[in-house]
């Protein structure tokens, strides 16, 4: 029997439920970390540094500006640490106060303690910094000629890629230039520090990785990490960008709350944020693939430079992935994915909503696109003739794509209802007669897949406690940061119990509640998260079946949880009175529950294994319009079909899909990251870096979840992550552009980078038609 033929009722689960907050978000009532009543006395930080400087050797630090200013209690340096003076995530490599070397622009030396934050900011202008220069390392090229790396170089092998490249019928070389991004959260890096008894210390902040703060805030302080505790009740967003970067605020207003002995709160400045915090890796990816006359590809040699800043930070994992996905949803016989994590004098890039993946998909639907112009094919049909399918389902790194079925239907559906051919054609045959306006379309497929490929994260916690009134505590490892995450969690163990939300008490995530968790990341949070408390949950509720069994004389299977009732047999109660009744007879009303995804067995030092538990996958159909005279664009349409599985809350999936489209659409077309030829980051504020607001919306954007017959892979009632993936959604407008500028001089692949800026488009149609001209 299908296991959707199986699956029961539910009254919670599948219902399109809105935010648990969001009703607090729009009227402004949510508390985040700056909201939180400050207890008395508390003192304010802010970070300061050599706004001279972008590398150089410290000659002198001279602070007694700084020190008598209006306000100062106390001004901390390295010297100030009791513990390591180091804040990296695993290699050492990121100290929170540089003391011989300032390695980028706007690393913290010191930081100040004032009873204002207007008195802190003024103060920490006052330092005076001396250092020698050091020529910095800025861009990838000047990485790749210093040879300068921050882990050693890493690559996928499969088959005989030279062999493939010797015998391949045709070849063709290209090379991508892919921008960074900044995260661009709406609640900057803020933590509150608390002091306590015996050297603990309390600390609210904006996490993604609560556990890690602990350990990081444990070590910088010299105490034991349970001597810390941090909590997390929502972020204002994170997307990344709050899995480690939290740990360094965090670090420092703990450290001044430990000097002062009183709490201490530290809310970096925007520009601050933008200056001091990593970002999503900027790449180039040089790429040659051996094809046939028709584009089948029988070879793809691919070379992955990412520029990672002057720390490792997550560049492990980040550019792993974007080898994991540097296959996108295409079947590759042969395969070299090699990469070089290039260290850089900038801030250290780290974690960005889809961790490397967007890249190396990106990279790929490049190189399809590439074919295709060359071959003078349709792209989609080159794209769905290279699709994983049947006796060609290994990628290049040994996993089977077990779903490539899912792939192909999904992908048609989409060419049905997008109504791809006949706008095709209209396409081209406008193009023809319009030579200032152009018009593009491309349909691209997303295969993302889903699991931390570091295995230990893989696992979560939840508890949850019953109380005699029948209300509910719930509390687990993941963090909100407005995806949605607590809401499904609380959906999951209101079926157990077959209660109504209102039964359910939401409570922020605790590491004194829920130990040693991973970080909400790599869109695993609900499928991780919502297994333990459903673990929890159903342990307490076995409990009380096997009590009612005994209690009442009842049989097992006569026992149900529905309508806010429990019904044993012919009699109905409250969960509160059955809750009662157990309490009475000494029946435990509290469980952990834990949770660890199987059948992951990736060995990074083999390159071998199975590095996700299962595949999301999607589909984006997105048409432009170009003005060559400007480079300026306009989406026009976009249809997306998205599979998730049976969804857990088709409302919370369908805005996460929006968003995470809106989100890559910024990434691929305005958010543009730039350092001066010094190093100095110029978009550090919202007047100079361009994120998509309402109006760059598509008027017609259509969103669909795709008809999914359930995720063949065991997981929370046969759900699929939406976090990640739809992000890579918005390739297909990158795809679109460059489909519009190749209209101009069809037969030439556009030099086209990304981010496509009006600047990039504008260059790119120039080169188009400087090559036109000379044919």
């Not at 990412?306 to 992935?321: F, H, I, N």
Request: net charge negative; proline share 5%; glycine share 8%.
């Amino acid at each position: 029997m299908r296991h959707e033929e199986m699956q029961p009722d539910f009254s919670e689960i599948r219902q399109p439920r809105p935010h648990d907050s969001a009703v607090r978000h729009v009227t402004g009532e949510a508390v985040y970390v700056d909201d939180i009543r400050e207890p008395s006395g508390t003192l304010h930080v802010v970070p300061g540094w050599a706004d001279d400087a972008v590398r150089g050797t410290i000659a002198e630090i001279d602070l007694t500006a700084v020190r008598a200013a209006p306000g100062v209690v106390s001004v901390l340096t390295a010297a100030d640490v009791s513990g390591a003076n180091d804040v990296s995530p695993a290699l050492g490599d990121e100290p929170m106060f540089a003391t011989d070397e300032i390695s980028f622009w706007g690393q913290p030396v010191f930081a100040v303690v004032a009873e204002t934050r207007e008195a802190a900011r003024h103060a920490a202008r006052l330092a005076r910094i001396v250092t020698d220069a050091l020529p910095p390392l800025l861009t990838i090229e000047d990485a790749l000629e210093a040879n300068e790396t921050v882990l050693p170089d890493y690559q996928f092998r499969k088959g005989s890629p030279e062999t493939g490249l010797a015998t391949a019928e045709r070849t063709l070389t290209g090379s991508l230039r892919i921008g960074g991004q900044e995260h661009f959260y709406l609640e900057g890096q803020v933590s509150l520090a608390v002091p306590g008894e015996e050297g603990d210390m309390f600390v609210h902040t904006s996490s993604q990785h609560p556990s890690e703060t602990q350990h990081v805030v444990a070590r910088v302080l010299g105490v034991p990490d349970a001597a810390v505790t941090v909590e997390v009740r929502r972020m204002g967003g994170g997307f990344g960008g709050k899995e480690t970067q939290a740990n360094h605020w965090a670090s420092i207003a703990a450290t001044a709350a430990r000097v002062t002995g009183r709490p201490c709160k530290l809310r970096l400045d925007r520009d601050d944020d933008m200056i001091m915090t990593g970002k999503r890796h900027d790449m180039r990816v040089d790429w040659t693939v051996g094809h046939d006359a028709q584009g089948r590809i029988r070879v793809v040699d691919q070379r992955i430079h990412a520029r990672c800043g002057y720390s490792a930070d997550l560049s492990l994992g980040v550019v792993d992935r974007s080898m994991f996905h540097a296959d996108s949803s295409y079947f590759y016989p042969d395969a070299l994915i090699r990469s070089r994590r290039l260290k850089t004098h900038t801030c250290s890039n780290t974690a960005f909503r889809g961790f490397g993946g967007p890249q190396g998909m990106l990279a790929a639907e490049r190189m399809m696109d590439a074919l295709a112009i060359t071959l003078g094919r349709d792209p989609l049909d080159l794209r769905k003739e290279n699709f994983y399918g049947a006796g060609r389902d290994t990628t290049p790194y040994g996993m089977h794509v077990e779903e490539h079925d899912t792939l192909h239907a999904l992908v048609a559906q989409l060419e049905e209802s997008a109504d791809y051919r006949a706008r095709r054609a209209e396409i081209t045959e406008a193009n023809a007669t319009s030579h200032i306006l152009k018009r593009g379309l491309a349909l691209t497929p997303v295969k993302f897949g889903i699991a931390f490929t570091l295995k230990h994260l893989n696992q979560a916690g939840a508890l949850v406690h019953l109380y005699t009134d029948g209300s509910i505590h719930l509390n687990h490892g993941g963090t909100e940061m407005g995806q949605g995450l607590f809401q499904k969690v609380a959906q999951v163990v209101a079926e157990v119990f077959g209660v109504s939300l209102d039964r359910i008490r939401i409570t922020a995530t605790h590491t004194g509640k829920v130990p040693n968790t991973g970080p909400t990341a790599a869109s695993s949070g609900t499928d991780l998260n919502a297994m333990a408390a459903k673990i929890a949950a159903e342990t307490i509720r076995d409990r009380l079946i096997a009590f009612a069994v005994e209690h009442f004389d009842a049989n097992a299977d006569t026992i149900s949880f529905r309508d806010n009732q429990v019904l044993i047999g012919n009699r109905s109660l409250s969960l509160g009175t059955l809750a009662k009744e157990a309490h009475l007879a000494r029946v435990q009303l509290s469980s952990t529950g834990f949770y660890k995804t199987p059948d992951i067995t990736w060995d990074r030092q083999s390159a071998s294994g199975r590095p996700f538990h299962y595949f999301a996958f999607g589909a984006a159909c997105s048409e432009v319009t170009i003005d060559t005279m400007t480079g300026e664009m306009r989406v026009d349409r976009v249809d997306i079909l998205h599979d998730v599985g049976h969804s857990l809350n088709p409302a919370i999936d369908l805005g996460q899909i929006e968003g995470g489209f809106v989100q890559g659409m910024g990434w691929l077309t305005t958010e543009e990251l730039v350092w001066d030829d010094s190093g100095r980051l110029r978009t550090h504020a919202p007047s100079t870096y361009k994120i998509p607001t309402a109006s760059d919306v598509p008027e017609d954007l259509r969103v669909a979840l795709y008809a999914s017959s359930g995720n063949p892979s065991p997981t929370i009632h046969r759900s699929k992550a939406v976090g990640e993936p739809p992000l890579m959604l918005a390739i297909s407008v990158f795809s679109a552009i460059t489909d519009a500028i190749s209209s101009i001089n069809p037969g030439v692949v556009p030099e086209l980078d990304a981010p496509a800026t009006p600047e990039e488009i504008l260059k790119a149609v120039a080169r188009i038609k400087r090559t036109k001209a000379t044919r």
